[in-house]
């Protein structure tokens, strides 16, 4: 095989090799005298750690092992122990659109669930009566229970849990829950 480069490619290489500070011609040494052999980890600028980046709450009592923050919302609720079955439930997204999103495209809404307001969750619930429910919903998580069914399901986005709307539907024992999704202000989601 033969192996030819040009002059721009050995330079390329010598710049990879080669820290940024550090001066052409200049060599790392080992406290022994010689020169520090490189490695694939010295390739690019040195690595520094930034321990300012990740936000740790120390608790203000000694002897407390952990804060609230660290559970996540919604754990109280699991018991591997529980023996009620999950029911059958779907997530779906929806949109508030009018004639001017669906005619003119002003507000440049897409199919997408980046431009959904709400998230609706419809769960079968054979053999169940409304008043035999009880539902839940915190900002990242919906729990229901009856005596038969047991479903603790985190959402996919955060929601306002103060303002939802929940149906039973008595014919097709179905629960559909409706609620408003917290997105950011951005070009999509303005309103």
């Not at 779907?90 to 507000?107: C, I, N, P, Y």
């Amino acid at each position: 095989m033969d192996f030819t480069f040009s002059v721009n490619q050995l330079q390329a290489l010598s710049n990879l090799l080669t820290h940024p500070e550090q001066e052409e011609g200049e060599l790392e040494e080992r406290p022994d005298g010689g020169a520090i052999a490189l490695q694939p980890g010295h390739i690019g600028p040195p690595k520094r750690s930034n321990h300012t980046d990740c936000s740790i709450v120390e608790p203000t009592d000694v002897k407390t092992i952990w804060v609230e923050d660290d559970v996540p919302e919604g754990s109280e609720y699991e018991d591997i122990w529980d023996t009620r079955q999950q029911p059958e439930y779907e997530v779906l997204f929806k949109q508030r659109v009018g004639t001017e999103d669906v005619f003119l495209g002003m507000s440049r809404k897409d199919g997408s669930t980046a431009c959904c307001e709400d998230m609706v969750i419809r769960i079968n619930l054979p053999g169940c009566k409304s008043a035999d429910l009880t539902l839940d919903v915190k900002e990242r998580f919906l729990g229901l229970r009856s005596s038969v069914y047991k479903l603790g399901l985190h959402l996919p986005h955060p929601v306002d849990s103060k303002n939802g709307k929940a149906e039973f539907h008595a014919d097709t024992h179905t629960l559909q829950v409706t609620l408003t999704m917290k997105r950011d202000f951005d070009f999509i989601n303005f309103a």
